[in-house]
Every structure is written in structure tokens, then in C-alpha cells.
């Protein structure tokens, strides 16, 4: 039944079958390729979007020493929105978060009954208005390794009126 011609021939058969694959792709990429000299692409049509005609924004330096005088602390409550299902303001009520109350210039990781991760620590001792402005930027840039898991603020001027909002539950 299964004699060294039958054999020869279905090996026969899979070498041919690949040959004709080995073919048919270097003919279709032959004929489809799309690009220069030595495998660069090109573009076939290009898109102007004038991102390159446009200046970088420039972003304004905040001056830490006068920001909770000149931030809005009405627009920071309206932000605190956003962190009002993870912390609480009043004092010893932690929540997933810590309880922000007093949380300006309060030292990091001090807020009783919570268990910190310990990144926060790591990277700075008290939370400055400068300090809180940066880590609300980018929790995870500032302290890498912190359990928080909000993706930050990313206009300055929101940063600001929260930090503003949370200077008015102090002692």
C-alpha cells in the first residue's frame, strides 16, 4: 500500500505546493511594493496639517509662592469633583485615598489610619503646594510605584484652583 513511489510522491507533491507558494508571493511582492532604493518607504500622498508651521505653546511658570492667593479656589471645588469619589475632606475619614483634609504643607504619608505605599515618601517628605502641583500632573510620573490610579490633571490652571480649594480645609 504505502511503497517508496507513493511516498516519493506525495513529498513530490508538498515541494511543488511550496515552490508554487515561494513564486506566487515573490511575483505578488514584486509587482504590489510600494517604496524607494534599499527599503524606504515613501508616502503616496501627503497630508498638510501646518503642525509644522506652528509655534510650541509655551507654558507659563507658575510662581509657587503667590498661587494660593491668585487661584481660583470656587473653580478648584468644582474640580475636586474628580477626586471626590477616591478622598474625603473631613479629618480621619479615608476613603479608597487618604482624607485631604490639612493636606497642604502636611507631611507625606501622615494622614492616620491609611496605609501608604510607600512611593510617596520615597520621592518627597511634605506636600508643598509645588509638590502637589507636580504629583496632580502625573501621579504615576512624579512617584512612580504610588497606588493611586488617577491619570492626573493636565491643565495647570485646573492644579492650581484644586490646590487653592484644598488650602481652605486647613487648621
Known sequence: MLDTMTFTKIVGSFCGALLIFLLGKWAAETLYHVGGAHGEEVAVYVIETGEDDAPAEEVAAVNFDTMLETADAAKGERVFGKCRACHKLEKGENAAGPYLYNVVNR?????????????????????????????????????????????????????????????????
Open 107 to 171: 507631611d507625606i504619608g501622615a494622614a492616620e489610619g491609611f496605609n501608604y505605599s510607600g512611593a510617596l515618601s520615597a520621592v518627597a517628605e511634605v506636600w508643598t503646594p509645588e509638590n502637589l502641583y507636580y504629583f496632580l500632573e502625573n501621579p504615576r510620573g512624579w512617584a512612580p510605584g504610588t497606588s493611586m490610579g488617577f491619570a492626573g490633571l493636565s491643565k495647570s490652571d485646573e492644579r492650581q484652583d484644586l490646590i487653592a480649594y484644598l488650602a481652605t480645609f486647613s487648621k
